[in-house]
């Protein structure tokens, strides 16, 4: 069965310091991932999404996620964290197009001025 | 264009009750998933309409039920509430099969539903 693990519940970084959120998934067969932000009282915003090729993908807003296939992770980063990325976020994965979306549990991201 | 939209926005039931959220997919998609956020938690998948027709369907009772219009709207119903289908409850477009590459789902901003 498909999972997803987010290890830490909340990451807290200085402005203008990179950072780093943490997703390890679980999946039978190439994996489609994916990053989702949620702002309070709001629906899930797509940031960025890997299918295949170039382990590194760059998403919105400045972001960027590498996909490890040895180590199972897609991990998201940004080099310049800034306040107003202080939010939720959700890693998933699926097996295929038009497949279910598996999301982790959630990391709060604390960007502090 | 607009994306995904729902109504209504939040819902106060009390327990037994039968609830029904809706949900219009984003311009030029024509498959609608549906999500269960609880407090705390990431969305748990309930089930996904492609053509009218349940696709896919997660780990949830038959209370929950579904339909699809022929416009590409759905509808979530909740039969006979508890106590914890208190949530938010998302909706989800994306193009259907043969759309070609691979396209991510785009959400809507929820119903708030409190069971009481």
């Known amino acids: 069965a498909q999972s997803v693990a987010q290890p830490e519940d909340q990451v807290n970084v200085a402005e203008g310091n990179p950072l780093t959120v943490k997703c390890t998934y679980s999946?039978?067969?190439?994996?489609?991932l994916f990053w989702y932000v949620q702002y309070p009282n709001r629906g899930l915003q797509f940031l960025l999404k890997y299918i295949t090729g170039d382990n590194l993908v760059k998403g919105s807003y400045g972001f960027e996620a590498e996909f490890n296939k040895s180590q199972t992770s897609f991990h998201l980063k940004k080099p310049s964290a800034l306040v107003s990325d202080s939010a939720l976020y959700f890693c998933a994965v699926s097996r295929y197009n038009t497949d279910k979306l598996i999301f982790g549990t959630g990391t709060r991201l604390q960007v502090f001025p | 264009d607009a994306g995904v939209t729902q109504s209504p926005t939040h819902l106060i039931k009390t327990r037994g009750q039968q609830v029904t959220l809706r949900c219009s997919p984003k311009?030029?998609?024509?498959?609608v998933s549906w999500y269960q956020q609880a407090l705390g938690q990431g969305p748990q998948f309930i089930f996904q309409y492609y053509e009218e027709e349940e696709r896919q369907r997660g780990n949830f009772p038959d209370r929950f039920s579904g339909h699809q219009f022929p416009n590409y709207s759905s509808e979530l119903n909740v039969n006979a509430l508890l106590l914890g289908d208190s949530a938010l409850y998302l909706c989800a477009s994306s193009p259907g099969q043969g759309q070609g590459a691979y396209n991510e789902q785009f959400f809507g901003p929820g119903t708030r539903l409190t069971v009481l």
């Open positions: 311009s030029g998609h024509d498959t």
């Open positions: 999946v039978s067969g190439n994996p489609y």
